[in-house]
């Protein structure tokens, strides 16, 4: 009777531990608000993302509002500004079986990018560095990409969330000029011998990271967020055109119709900025 009752014990237990053990959560997912790999399936798109904590900041959208605080919600946020080759993916359809990417005229369609005209990178570099010239559209429709390939919400920051992240705790309204150049790729250390233009981008992550561990928050491309005063796309952060003394973490520069003056198609791409070689974006998931 108790080696039969012993031998019923062990059944069970090796079943409880069993299920136990399949509906372990996954190791590559939010759990437990830590820093995570997201992995599109099929691809070799990777990127890191970090975990923002919640918390509350006196914030003022376009600084002529009166600040308030505002509450923020946890989130996760890339560690860096979106690349070429992680863009690449969606751009050139890699997550499709090569029979099924197709070159339509009309690439709103399939909800993917037209094709860019000339070399968008300026031969400053591909890999590892900042993607160019993306209009806020191509950051919104890259977002739903990723959450259909994933199952996870991704989209971009609004204001305060780029805000809250970039200052990752700084009170002050200004970083000092030292901070921004340990910090940022601006106009006063992006000059490059080897390419045609003076200042350009840089490869993302060789500047001093924030607090949050993120980098390239102010400088190198400036990113679009969702705007929180008026309908116009805005651009946080600064960019390498830009001085040190001319960037925070409260930088902004709404949209404007020159960033597209030679653009010759009517109507305007929705994807690329022509004369907007500034214009970048970094994701961010809810929790």
Known sequence: MIKTLFIVF????????????????PTTGPIGFSPFTEKVRGTLLKFD??????????????????????????FYMAKTEITWDQYDTFLLQRDLPEKDRKLLKDFDALGRPSPPHGAPDHSWGHEKHPLLHSSYNAGVKYCQWLSQKTGRKYRLPTEAEWEYAARAGAAEQKPE????????????NSKNEDADNDETSHEVATKKPNAFGLHDMLGNVGEWCTPMAGK??????????????????TTRTLYTSEWQMRDSQDPKSKWWMSDGPFCGFRVICEE
């Open 10 to 25: 062990t059944l069970l237990f090796s079943t409880i531990s069993t299920l136990a053990a399949e509906t372990k959560p």
């Open 49 to 74: 993302m970090l975990p923002i904590p919640a918390g509350k900041f006196i914030f003022s959208a376009d600084g002529k509002e009166t600040p308030k605080e505002v509450e923020i919600k946890p």
């Open 177 to 188: 000029k030292k901070t921004v150049l340990e910090m940022a790729w601006c106009k006063d």
């Open 232 to 249: 116009v796309p805005v651009i946080r952060g600064g960019t390498y055109l830009d001085p040190a003394s001319q960037i925070s973490w």
